[in-house]
């Protein structure tokens, strides 16, 4: 689950990460506007600006080729799979049925957790509804796609169509075996010596638990990034350190022994996954889905809860 930032505002135009994924798999502004359709400068000032977006050049011009800069490199990956999701997404809307597919958006975190087991009910309830689920990276994506769209909202940034799914908590975790200063971590205080994992885009989850605890120290601790919660979720679970995480992203994983809460912690997510359904009036089979997914989403905020 790439991790969704709290606003997508300001996000390179689509044109241009089309224009810079062609170009460096060709190496070549001319090859690149050939397949795109369009000339060979609008391709350069695409990939230009996109350059001047980032403050960083993407690619070395040569006198007759291109060549990837060690940015342009790093890039490319994430790209090409935005796109081809972009690409599938779009080709899955236009050839869906009207009456008996349901197309439904979610983002990746939560989309390899939480939601496979409660569409798996769904499908032995409704097996004539077909299903189409779209990890998303960007709400755009979802918005555009979908019949029914999870997102993750800042909760001031919620608007009325939205509905929460649930109010979720942030907790600490770590390995079953994990320790801080030779100890195994079972205190706060701990932390100050723990090597921590920082998700980018939520620094405010170490911020509250340093608040909460009054750990004036550990805001300023360094440790190993990701951009992604599912992968911070692998890292604490491999034993390179400890993050902040919804619970419920993290409960399955407790409950299986795979990792633990090393202390009692009670602070409301800042963050939470909202549900949106497309039309007002959606067929029967998307209405069935959101019913299904909004009785799912009280038992887990049961989970939450402790009842």
């Not at 190496?27 to 391709?43: G, R």
């Not at 690619?59 to 935005?82: E, K, N």
């Not at 960007?138 to 800042?154: G, L, N, Y």
């Not at 980018?200 to 608040?211: A, D, E, F, M, T």
Request: net charge negative.
């Amino acid at each position: 689950m790439a991790v969704m930032h709290g606003s997508m505002m300001n996000l390179p135009h689509l044109s241009y990460l089309r224009s810079f994924e062609a170009a460096a798999r060709h190496l070549s502004f001319t090859s690149a506007s050939e397949e795109l359709n369009c000339t060979q400068s609008a391709v350069s000032n695409h990939v230009r600006s996109l350059e001047k977006y980032l403050g960083r050049p993407l690619f070395v011009r040569h006198p007759q080729s291109l060549s990837l800069t060690d940015l342009g490199t790093a890039y490319l990956p994430s790209v090409r799979q935005a796109l081809v999701q972009i690409d599938m997404a779009t080709q899955s809307l236009m050839t869906q049925t009207l009456k008996r597919e349901v197309v439904l958006s979610c983002p990746v975190a939560l989309a390899g957790g939480w939601l496979p087991n409660v569409l798996d009910g769904f499908h032995q309830a409704h097996p004539e509804v077909g299903l189409t689920v779209h990890g998303t990276i960007w709400d755009d994506v979802a918005e555009r796609v979908s019949d029914i769209s999870i997102t993750v909202r800042h909760d001031s940034e919620a608007t009325p169509e939205l509905k929460k799914l649930w109010d979720d908590q942030l907790t600490v975790v770590c390995a079953p075996d994990f320790e801080a200063g030779a100890e195994l971590l079972t205190r706060p205080e701990q932390l100050l010596e723990a090597e921590l994992i920082h998700i980018l885009g939520r620094p405010v989850y170490w911020k509250l638990i340093s608040n909460h605890f009054n750990l004036a120290e550990l805001e300023a601790r360094s440790g190993a990034k990701t951009n992604s919660s599912n992968i911070a979720i692998e890292m604490v679970v491999n034993g390179l350190g400890c993050a902040v995480l919804p619970r419920s992203l993290v409960m399955a994983h407790v409950q299986r022994g795979l990792l633990r809460e090393p202390f009692e912690l009670n602070i409301a997510s800042p963050w939470n996954y909202f549900l949106q359904v497309a039309d007002s009036n959606p067929p029967q089979s998307v209405r069935r889905c959101l019913d299904w997914l909004t009785t799912k989403s009280k038992e887990m905020q049961d989970n939450l809860d402790g009842n």
